[in-house]
């Protein structure tokens, strides 16, 4: 149980273009999501967090106009990367909370390894 | 007081040894710790994870060992395998809906053969 999906895993656009990456929570109902980025070998930092039917809270510093978060319902969340450019080139991942045991845990999903050239 | 801190930055254990992580955080609010496991690549999946309130959870070869006063807790992975060569992190948060955790900087383990 608590699968988590992700896609595209791997994505290669041009610079100015916009990518869309969706997040799936497959067997449990999420009401909230997580997006981080993570450069190489370096830790998670958090971009936003996404409830659903709500907008996003995005962290200090992250652009929430070139970051676009939708989360549409209780299984999805998108992360639209709007005009991309090669900064942007990065492994993002979505994080999906769910209750287990009493606790609400985070699942994370495989990742998608973003290239702008 | 959002910080955790992990160390060390690198281990490197032979084969059937003990791997030892340890993490410190400063908020005494947090009241849920997970340990996660990342492979290149591939997104951390959740190892295991205690609460406050027990002083050590053991899940196989994987045991989280918690001190509440000293604000520590760290992982102790039993009879390290080569396949358990990869990154840990640790995390804290505030056990609610909504909440994201916050992680330390990571651990590579590699486990000679």
């Known amino acids: 149980g608590a699968v988590v999906s992700q896609h595209p895993s791997r994505v290669i656009c041009k610079s100015g273009t916009s990518v869309k990456i969706e997040c799936r929570s497959l067997d449990f109902q999420a009401t909230t999501m997580f997006w981080y980025r993570q450069f190489p070998k370096q830790s998670l930092m958090l971009m936003a967090t996404s409830n659903e039917g709500s907008k996003a809270t995005y962290e200090q510093g992250v652009e929430k106009d070139k970051f676009l978060i939708n989360h549409a319902s209780l299984t999805l969340s998108t992360l639209t990367v709007t005009s991309a450019h090669p900064e942007d080139s990065s492994f993002y991942i979505c994080?999906?909370?769910?209750?287990?045991?009493?606790?609400?845990?985070?699942?994370f999903g495989p990742g998608t390894r973003l290239t702008v050239t | 007081q959002q910080q955790v801190k992990q160390s060390p930055q690198s281990l490197i254990v032979q084969k059937g040894g003990i791997s030892i992580i340890n993490c410190a955080y400063e908020n005494t609010a947090f009241d849920y710790f997970p340990w996660y496991q990342q492979f290149p690549g591939k997104g951390p999946a959740l190892l295991i994870a205690?609460?406050?309130?027990?002083s050590e959870k053991k899940e196989g070869r994987f045991t989280i060992s918690f001190n509440k006063s000293a604000k520590q807790f760290s992982l102790h992975i039993m009879d390290s395998q080569p396949g358990d060569s990869a990154t840990y992190f640790c995390?804290?948060?505030?056990?609610?809906?909504?909440?994201?955790?916050?992680f330390g900087k990571g651990t590579t383990l590699s486990v000679s053969s």
């Open positions: 994080s999906a909370q769910g209750v287990a045991g009493g606790m609400y845990e985070q699942y």
């Open positions: 205690i609460r406050p309130d027990v």
């Open positions: 995390a804290a948060k505030w056990d609610q809906a909504g909440t994201a955790l916050i």
